[in-house]
């Protein structure tokens, strides 16, 4: 599961919202892990691109093309325009959507959770929510009450943001539960978006197993500051990087990406970082060693970019292309845009 | 007039966007990690004005690495190291190639502090910084190991999986081999 800090780092209140997770473009590890533990609590949907949606009808999911499908007729829902949920049975699940770049996201992002927007629940029993957290993989799921009268925040669709609207629920019976899940897929982490948008009120569902990994890969990052790398030799901190990133799979991510924006880590030991990690070998942790070589070839350093660069190599992804090609196209330092083309070359006549 | 190869990570010796408390005739002291000195020598490497064994020494100090990597290297002119005055020995090399360390490895010996800034200084200004990729350095690597050319027995575990995996075309090994050992005759007959 990626970005298993997500959660903790986003309010949590009826007015902002419940964030499960932001799910790096078509995170095979995320679907999976949905698949193989959520259902088991609540059931689900998922409404996305077609490759994400082949990989879930592959693995079983239930995957809805069109929003409108999600509710039956009668429902009270207005579908189309917001992609909420259904009392009874018929529904227990949520939307996502993907968005077509980081800049749509970012907007749209800040819109939503500075407009404090939300929508009323009128009618109705109350339903009964399993309210606290819900731990699956390696997220918690913050549940909200709803209640008859509470306020459920906005919900957004694609590239548009939905305006607060009424939402009648049906009289249910008061055993009902119904589950609420939001998911946001993106085609880039939306992690650091939402946090600087919102504060980071709310972290108590941190979990002791991030903490672990937190101080395990803090620690090697540390001490890596005494050596001295070389392309094509193993370093002490490469082998305890590998054995992490190999420990942890795709949990990595959450916890290297906090890494990489902590300025008291030499850019030497990160450029070091981003060479190993395009060479190790973790099928789980492709997707967040992937997301972090793009975000690396963003960062202020040029040690950083070329590793990042270098670790691409590895990797020989074609989808870092398009990163590549925006990183190319601002950088300044001639030699390094030359070795990002190189490595953009590669990727291309794959 | 031949070249002198170093091995070095290119991005510290980029000329671009030089820090701006450099003074013109100074360089950035990252580029100093990659002067390793040791009993005051540093090694470096031949090669031909026409750059004919280039390829040959980029692999045989690929192929002294514990994986199969880019590989980042500084070339300058003979005539950096005799205007500073500095003395340079033949040498052996250490790496799986012995041709390439009989005939082509060099010592800049006798080094001193300032010796190796101003070193360093020449070389920063007069000298290129080249990458060879990682994907050509592993189809260098499979000629060199096809061609007898590297001691397989020598080659870390992990290049040698990667490298003992596809044979090169016979054409391919006919003309490496052509180019290289008149590359290694003309060395000889400079010497």
Redesign the interface.
């Known amino acids: 599961m990626s970005e298993a800090h997500t959660v903790g780092m986003i309010p949590f209140s009826p007015r902002e919202g419940v964030w499960v997770e932001s799910l790096a473009k078509t995170d095979p590890d995320f679907l999976h892990e949905l698949a193989e533990s959520l259902p088991k609590r609540t059931g689900f949907m998922i409404i996305s691109d077609p490759q994400t949606s082949s990989y879930a009808q592959s693995r079983g999911v239930e995957v809805i093309p069109d929003a409108s499908q999600l509710f039956p007729c009668g429902s009270a829902i207005r579908v189309g325009e917001s992609c909420l949920f259904s009392s009874g049975s018929v529904v227990r699940a949520a939307v996502l959507q993907v968005f077509p770049s980081r800049t749509a996201l970012r907007s749209d992002l800040s819109q939503l959770f500075l407009s404090g927007s939300v929508i009323s629940v009128q009618g109705g029993n109350d339903i009964g929510f399993p309210t606290g957290k819900v731990g699956f993989a390696n997220n918690i799921l913050d549940v909200m009450p709803l209640t008859s009268g509470s306020q459920v925040p906005v919900v957004f669709s694609g590239s548009q943001i939905l305006q607060a609207q009424t939402i009648e629920l049906p009289t249910a019976p008061a055993q009902t539960t119904v589950s609420l899940v939001f998911c946001v897929m993106a085609s880039e982490n939306i992690a650091e978006v939402v946090s600087q948008s919102t504060p980071p009120a709310f972290s108590a569902t941190a979990r002791l197993d991030e903490c672990v990994a937190d101080k395990e890969f803090d620690a090697i990052f540390r001490r890596a500051s005494e050596e001295r790398f070389e392309d094509g030799m193993e370093s002490q901190f490469s082998r305890d990087l590998e054995a992490l990133v190999n420990a942890y799979g795709s949990s990595s991510k959450g916890v290297l990406s906090r890494l990489l924006n902590d300025e008291s880590v030499p850019a030497g030991v990160w450029a070091e970082a981003m060479r190993c990690l395009g060479r190790v070998d973790s099928p789980s942790s492709r997707e967040a060693r992937l997301w972090l070589l793009e975000k690396g070839l963003t960062a202020r350093s040029p040690l950083i970019r070329d590793g990042a660069a270098l670790g691409l190599a590895s990797m020989d992804d074609p989808s870092a292309i398009p990163y590549l090609q925006r990183a190319i196209a601002s950088e300044t330092l001639r030699g390094l845009r030359s070795d990002m083309q190189e490595v953009l070359s590669q990727l291309t006549s794959r | 007039m031949p070249l002198l190869l170093l091995k070095i ?4 010796w ?4 030089l820090p701006s408390f450099l003074p013109h005739d100074d360089v950035p002291a990252d580029c100093l ?1 990659d002067l390793k000195t040791d009993e005051n020598e540093l090694s470096l490497w031949h090669v031909e004005d026409d750059k004919s064994n280039l390829n040959r020494v980029v692999t045989a100090l ?1 192929s002294n ?8 290297y500084l070339l300058f002119d003979y005539n950096v190291v005799t205007s500073l005055g500095l003395k340079i020995n033949r040498t052996d090399g250490k790496t799986p190639d012995r041709v390439a360390n009989r005939s082509w490895h060099r010592d800049l010996v006798e080094l001193s502090g300032k010796r190796i800034s101003e070193f360093a200084i020449g070389v920063f200004y007069n000298g290129e ?1 080249e ?1 060879v ?3 050509k350095i592993l189809e260098l690597l499979k000629a060199a190991v096809a061609a007898n050319e590297v001691d397989q027995s020598k080659l870390a575990s992990r290049i040698a999986s990667e490298v003992l995996s596809a044979p090169l075309r016979p054409v391919q090994r006919f003309l490496r081999r052509s180019r290289q050992t008149w590359s290694a005759i003309k060395s000889s007959w400079q010497e």
């Open positions: 990570h290119k991005i510290v980029q000329r671009d966007d990690v690929a690495a514990g994986f199969v990597s880019n590989f980042d910084a990458r990729t990682k994907k």
